[in-house]
């Protein structure tokens, strides 16, 4: 009954309109529709822009099938543009959907039909066989089709312009030009590419015309050298470019020039000179030079070498006796090869020649001697080739002189030596032999202990630690026995005045220190210099030794002037009581203020080198040298203020002292016969003057002195004034 009402309503509401009643409206109410009310599509699908007319309301629209897209899905009261997108079909058969529309309970589809998806297609619309010249060119291939479809080609030399296409479209193959002498053909496939395989594949076939057939033949086609090689040419007569290459193994051949070529022209090579008798043999290939895969025409060499013939060397004769007098012979030497002659003992003998290219004569003189002994020599002659040589054996006979009467003279005949020994050369001049012996080899020994004639003889002297002077008696005979030359050595005692480990003064300067301050002793009229027994002795001043000095006194203690005039307390001679050695003026000497100074602070580890100590209740300051090793079981403090931290006993002392440590007591200063400051400070004089410009002729010069105290040290200067002051002093020798 609704079906049917609906059906009729439009039918009633015409026949309304048909009629004039002046009591019903004159239009009747409007409605929602659609325009175009129907959507036919190709399987392609498509986009199409609908009208529609809401006049009631707003409005919503949807879709039956995921193939159909509406947009916009819905919208307010009025007229509004809908785009309906329908998808391709890929199915081979019709879909049929619709779209409804919706305003309020008004109700509007949209019948919507899509065609079968068409059967894909893929041909060649020109011509499917072509024929270009052998120039080649380009060509032009059309192309219908309904899908996505690639081209290709089966030859380089016939190209196409693009890969990969869709629906109708032209490609573009391009032909090179052909360089084989023969017609070449290629083929260019069309082919669907992903779907549409039912389309099937589509070709295109190319024929390019040939060029002109190369020829190439070369002269000659056999080359055969002799042992000692040679330069050859072959000629290569061709319409096309060549090239030539050899087989490996032919490194006795090499190329004279450029082996290659355009057209007619020939080519040169060198053989190498053969170095062995095996012959030998190869191949030279001449080919066309082609840019592309065909097959190059190739023709051949033949070059082979001979082999060097057999050596063949002999001398004569193959031995030489002379004389001591001399000799001169001349040897025959038979080569069919260079050949060269190494000497052996050349001192008795010389050749004419050393080297010849085949047979020749050589001059062999034997030299005259007044040797005693027999003497022999040898001659090896080579060939260049083979492993081909003799040799000539040479001997000469010991000259025999008359017997002279026989001599013997040795010089010197007394060798003086320190306690530390030493090398020394004695002269021996004798004409005959001889043998010598040394009364006590513990103090020297000589070498060699005999010969004949002349000799140098080496005497090496041993050192030793006694105190006591030592000698020797080496004595030189004869072999006869007729004949006997003595000579002395003596060797001093050990003299212990210094400490035995060095002290760097400077980059390149070390130095020694005395084992004692410097004093001066005066016994009855006896005056004279010595060290202090002990490194820790010092007295100031008593009855009859003095230990403190005004600067530059090294003329005596009492040599006092007001003047600035240094003279080196080292300049003088000093003696040793203790072991009653003298040591020779200039043996000593005072360090300068900067050899001060680098030793306290700028030589290596020189912070780690010195500090304060009390040596058997003495107080000081140690200097401890480059090479420090501390003993074990003992300490030193480097930093400590005050003399509490490093103590040591007379025994603890000896050792450190053994290890090189130098102990500068402090002696204090002497002023107008009074001491100062004994036992708590020490003054120690430098070499050196302060010198400062006051004024116009006024000038500051000071000694310059290393003083030091319970807490510090320093290198400074000391105004003189009336009575000098006086200082203490610690001498050096110089290690190097």
Not at 494 to 505: D, I, N, Q, T
Not at 641 to 647: E, H
Not at 667 to 688: I, L, R
Not at 692 to 716: N, R, Y
Request: hydrophobic share 35%; glycine share 8%; aromatic share 10%.
């Amino acid at each position: 009954m609704k079906k049917l009402f609906l059906f009729a309503l439009p039918a009633l509401m015409l026949l309304a309109a048909g009629c004039k009643d002046k009591n019903l409206p004159e239009e009747l109410p409007q409605t929602l529709s659609v325009n175009p009310e129907l959507i036919t599509c190709p399987d392609a699908g498509g986009d199409y822009t609908l009208t529609l007319t809401s006049p009631n309301g707003a409005w919503s629209a949807t879709t039956n099938e995921s193939w159909i897209r509406v947009t916009p899905t819905s919208g307010e009261k009025g007229a509004a543009e809908v785009r309906i997108k329908i998808s391709p079909n890929k199915e081979s058969a019709e879909t049929k959907g619709e779209v409804t529309f919706t305003s309020g309970k008004e109700t509007v589809q949209l019948p919507v039909t899509r065609a079968a998806k068409a059967a894909p297609y893929l041909r060649i619309v020109s011509d499917l066989e072509l024929n270009t010249p052998k120039e080649g060119g380009s060509y032009t291939v059309q192309i219908e089709s309904n899908i996505k479809w690639s081209a290709s080609s089966n030859a380089g030399w016939a190209k196409v312009n693009k890969g990969v296409s869709v629906n109708n479209d032209n490609i573009t193959v391009t032909v090179n030009p052909a360089t084989t002498p023969e017609e070449t053909t290629a083929t260019i496939t069309i082919a669907p590419y992903g779907e549409g395989e039912a389309a099937g594949t589509q070709q295109v076939t190319i024929t390019r015309g040939s060029t002109e057939a190369t020829s190439l033949s070369v002269d000659p086609t056999e080359i055969t050298a002799p042992e000692n090689g040679g330069s050859f040419t072959v000629n290569v007569s061709s319409n096309a470019k060549w090239r030539v290459w050899k087989t490996w193994d032919m490194d006795w051949l090499k190329f004279s020039d450029a082996a290659e070529g355009d057209g007619s022209g020939s080519f040169s090579f060198s053989i190498e000179e053969a170095t062995s008798m095996d012959a030998v043999s190869g191949i030279l290939t001449i080919e066309e030079d082609r840019s592309d895969n065909y097959k190059p025409v190739v023709t051949q060499v033949a070059v082979s070498r001979k082999g060097k013939a057999a050596a063949s060397l002999s001398v004569s004769p193959i031995a030489i006796n002379a004389p001591a007098e001399g000799y001169e012979v001349p040897v025959e030497i038979k080569s069919n090869y260079p050949w060269t002659a190494s000497l052996v003992g050349t001192k008795i003998f010389s050749v004419s020649t050393t080297s010849g290219d085949g047979d020749a004569t050589m001059i062999v003189t034997v030299k005259p001697t007044t040797d005693t002994e027999e003497a022999t020599g040898f001659i090896i002659i080579r060939s260049s080739f083979g492993n081909e040589q003799t040799r000539i054996n040479i001997h000469r006979d010991a000259y025999v002189p008359p017997v002279p009467e026989p001599s013997l003279r040795v010089y010197p005949v007394l060798i003086s030596a320190t306690a530390e020994g030493g090398e020394f050369t004695l002269n021996l001049t004798s004409n005959c032999a001889w043998t010598g012996t040394s009364s006590d080899t513990r103090v020297a020994s000589f070498y060699p202990t005999s010969g004949t004639g002349s000799a140098t003889i080496s005497v090496i002297v041993a050192p030793t630690a006694s105190t006591t002077p030592s000698n020797a008696t080496f004595t030189f005979t004869s072999a006869d026995g007729s004949l006997t030359e003595t000579v002395e050595v003596r060797r001093g005692a050990e003299v212990s005045c210094y400490v035995r480990k060095p002290f760097s003064v400077s980059r390149k300067k070390r130095v020694y220190f005395s084992e004692g301050n410097l004093q001066f002793h005066v016994s009855g009229y006896h005056t004279f210099w010595r060290f202090a027994k002990y490194q820790y002795e010092c007295f100031g001043l008593v009855a009859n030794i003095r230990d403190l000095f005004v600067w530059g006194s090294g003329k005596g203690p009492e040599a006092e002037t007001t003047t600035y005039n240094f003279i080196d307390w080292g300049s003088d001679q000093i003696h040793d009581p203790w072991t009653e050695y003298i040591w020779e003026y200039n043996s000593w000497r005072t360090l300068t203020s900067d050899e001060w100074d680098y030793i306290l602070n700028s030589r290596s580890n020189a912070q780690n080198l010195r500090g304060r100590a009390t040596v058997n209740n003495k107080h000081g300051f140690v200097l401890l040298p480059d090479s420090w090793v501390l003993p074990a079981g003992l300490q030193f403090n480097a930093n400590a203020t005050g003399y509490s931290s490093n103590i040591y006993s007379i025994e603890d002392w000896k050792r450190m002292e053994a290890n090189g440590a130098v102990f500068l007591p402090a002696s204090g200063y002497m002023y107008n016969s009074s001491v100062g400051e004994f036992g708590t400070n020490g003054y120690y004089w430098t070499s050196d003057m302060y010198t400062q410009k006051l004024g116009i002729a006024e000038w500051e010069v000071d000694p310059i002195h290393f003083q030091f105290d319970v807490s510090g040290f320093d290198i400074t200067h000391q105004t003189l004034h009336g009575v000098r002051d006086a200082f203490s002093v610690r001498l050096v020798c110089d290690a190097n």
